[in-house]
Every structure is written in C-alpha cells, then in structure tokens.
C-alpha cells in the first residue's frame, strides 16, 4: 500500500528555519506533482507549494521568497524548506502527491499524515 511518510515539523521561533520532508513508500507507476498544504485551526487546507515532475514550482504568495519545494525523482521525495518563519505560519503541514499506481490506472491525489509545525517565542 502505498503512503507518504513525513518527517521535520516541530517548533521554532520566529526568524527560524525548518526542513520538511516527505517520502512515497511502496510501489508506485508514476508521481506527477507533488506538494504542501498547510492547515491552520478553524481554517480551510490551504496550498503552500507545489512542484512537477519536471521540476516546475508554484508557490502561496504569502511563503515566496521564504520557502523552497524540492524533489528527487529518484528518491520519490520532496522537501519544504521553510525560512523566515512567521507565527501566522503555525498549521499543520501536509505531504500530497499525484501518482499512478499502474500504468493503465487513474491518477489519484494521496496524502501524509500530516505534521505540525508551531512558530512562537
């Protein structure tokens, strides 16, 4: 079966710096485009970047220039790093990706678990 497994959320104060990552475990056909949403509470899931097989980015006004989405194809991965981090930046990060399971199959949407990430001082 396969799943997203996050890692990196934590706690940090403002000004700081934190490295999420998340990677597909077990078999897949293909991963198209991969991504973070945030969730804050009592709000809506939101996007915060999102990255293509190609290696194309698309990212929330609100973290440009602040956060960076990476992948490795190889790996089946992708990273956020998030700098300058802001208290209004507190949600819960979740991993989401695009993928084929086989190849005469549908694309599906698949998320992680999710993983908290608190800025405060």
């Known amino acids: 079966q396969v799943q997203l497994v996050e890692s990196g959320g934590g706690q940090v104060q403002p000004g700081g710096s934190l490295r999420l990552s998340c990677a597909v475990s077990g078999r897949v056909y293909s991963i198209n485009a991969m991504g973070w949403y945030r969730q804050a509470p009592g709000k809506q899931r939101e996007l915060v970047a999102t990255v293509t097989d190609g290696g194309s980015t698309n990212y929330a006004d609100s973290v440009k220039g602040r956060f960076t989405i990476s992948r490795d194809n190889a790996k089946n991965t992708v990273s956020l790093q998030m700098n300058s981090l802001k208290p209004e930046d507190t949600a819960v990060y979740y991993c989401?990706?695009?993928?084929?399971?086989?190849?005469?199959?549908?694309?599906?949407?698949?998320w992680g678990q999710g993983t908290q990430v608190t800025v405060s001082s």
């Open positions: 989401n990706a695009d993928l084929k399971d086989r190849l005469l199959f549908p694309s599906r949407s698949t």
